[in-house]
């Protein structure tokens, strides 16, 4: 295996952290037990991770190391032939076979190293978890009632610009398992729900979501026509979420009837292009979900320097699903929020707690 460097004692026992805790929270918060078993493996293992440390500045070492694998296992051939391909039901069409997965798993890694390692270097987490818009769809509506308005939709880190299809999708919020609120088109052919948690109540749907403007930024756009780019969003699914591949098919092929303005870049610098093509009657609405971590700190700050100075012109809403930004390594659920931007001031709202897959929304009381 090539690399960049040995992890020197501290290094190595970050990341040995930062998978004991992927291991203990985020994977079984997420309904993905290999993971978990994964994870806890590799935190125990120096070879393992020296190849994970191979990422990108900012981006999760075992959300990178994990699509790096089930790339190549979705890729076929020789790769499916590895015993590890039973324990991903994507792969194998059957259930997991009952017996220790991380064996196999670092043999997989080991063998194929270097090929990991080229993954890993090259890419980033660009999810596009469409499920998120059952987030966005109540802060969506939230500003069109305020500004009595269609809306203006920019995307930061737009990733394939699924989301920005937020209105053509068709949605169930529930809450202790029943139905309490229905949205969207009965025809649409990707469907999304999510469980309404606590006492807060989730805020009125617009019954219908005018949109006059789709645009999204991000440094290295996903075009789903690529077969190779698609096979990397699905990598980035976790291994039990089998229905979110055909979702994912789904929202893809949705995508290309109804195209989006997608661009290329660094979002600090073309975001004030982005607005100025926005209708200066629309509301205009940045957004972001799981992304502004991945921009430094100085980068953010220009983000909504810019927003500020567009304020004094005309009113502007962010609507952010993120991490906090001072440790992106720590396990965290991300915060919904809207911050409001008139006459160069802001002010921000947390609206809610949700699951960083939109799975659960646990609204402010």
Same mark, same amino acid.
């Given at each position: 295996m090539s690399s960049r460097n040995l992890l020197d004692a501290p290094t190595a026992a970050r990341y040995r952290d930062v998978f004991h805790r992927f291991a203990r929270v985020e994977a079984p918060d997420l309904a993905s037990p290999l993971y978990a078993e994964l994870s806890y493996g590799i935190s125990l293992d120096r070879e393992l991770l020296e190849i994970a440390a191979q990422k990108r500045r900012r981006q999760p070492a075992p959300n990178m190391l994990f699509a790096s694998v089930q790339y190549l296992l979705l890729s076929g051939g020789?790769? #499916?032939?590895? *015993? =590890?391909?039973?324990?991903?039901?994507?792969?194998?069409?059957?259930?997991?076979?009952?017996?220790?997965?991380?064996?196999?798993?670092?043999?997989?890694?080991?063998?194929?190293?270097?090929?990991?390692?080229?993954?890993? @270097? /090259?890419? #980033?987490?660009?999810?596009?978890?469409?499920?998120?818009?059952?987030?966005?769809?109540?802060?969506?509506?939230? $500003?069109?009632?305020?500004?009595?308005?269609?809306?203006?939709?920019?995307?930061?880190?737009?990733?394939?610009?699924?989301? =920005?299809?937020?209105d053509r999708y068709r949605y169930r919020y529930l809450r202790g398992g029943r139905e309490e609120t229905v949205w969207g088109r009965p025809e649409a052919t990707v469907a999304l729900e999510a469980e309404l948690l606590g006492r807060g109540a989730m805020p009125e749907l617009s019954d219908e979501l005018a949109i006059e403007f789709r645009g999204g930024i991000d440094v290295n756009p996903i075009d789903l026509r690529n077969e190779d780019e698609l096979l990397w969003l699905r990598a980035l699914i976790w291994p039990e979420h089998?229905?979110?591949? &055909?979702?994912?098919?789904?929202?893809?092929?949705?995508? @290309?009837?109804? *195209?989006?303005?997608?661009?290329?870049?660094?979002?600090?610098?073309?975001?004030?292009? $982005?607005? /100025?093509?926005? *209708?200066?009657?629309? /509301?205009?609405?940045?957004?972001?979900? $799981?992304?502004?971590? &991945?921009?430094?700190?100085?980068? @953010?700050? @220009?983000?909504?320097?810019?927003?500020?100075?567009?304020?004094?012109?005309?009113?502007?809403?962010?609507?952010?699903?993120?991490?906090?930004?001072?440790?992106?390594?720590?396990?965290?659920?991300?915060? =919904?929020?809207?911050?409001?931007?008139?006459?160069?001031?802001?002010?921000?709202?947390?609206? /809610?707690?949700?699951? *960083?897959?939109?799975?659960?929304?646990?609204?402010?009381?």
């Open positions: 020789r790769y #499916r032939e590895h *015993p =590890l391909a039973a324990h991903y039901p994507i792969v194998s069409g059957e259930d997991r076979p009952m017996e220790p997965a991380f064996p196999a798993f670092r043999d997989f890694c080991l063998s194929h190293a270097d090929e990991i390692v080229e993954l890993v @270097r /090259a890419h #980033r987490t660009q999810t596009n978890v469409v499920r998120r818009c059952t987030c966005l769809l109540p802060a969506f509506s939230i $500003v069109q009632r305020e500004s009595e308005r269609p809306l203006a939709l920019i995307d930061v880190g737009a990733s394939a610009g699924l989301n =920005l299809n937020v089998v229905e979110r591949h &055909q979702r994912l098919i789904d929202a893809a092929a949705e995508l @290309r009837r109804s *195209p989006v303005d997608l661009r290329g870049g660094d979002a600090v610098e073309l975001l004030p292009e $982005v607005i /100025a093509d926005a *209708p200066p009657e629309a /509301a205009l609405t940045v957004y972001a979900t $799981v992304a502004l971590y &991945q921009i430094p700190a100085e980068g @953010r700050e @220009r983000i909504f320097r810019t927003l500020a100075q567009t304020s004094r012109d005309r009113p502007v809403w962010l609507v952010t699903l993120e991490l906090r930004m001072e440790d992106v390594e720590e396990v965290q659920m991300p915060s =919904l929020s809207i911050t409001r931007f008139a006459n160069g001031a802001a002010e921000r709202q947390v609206l /809610a707690k949700s699951s *960083p897959h939109g799975w659960w929304i646990e609204w402010a009381a």
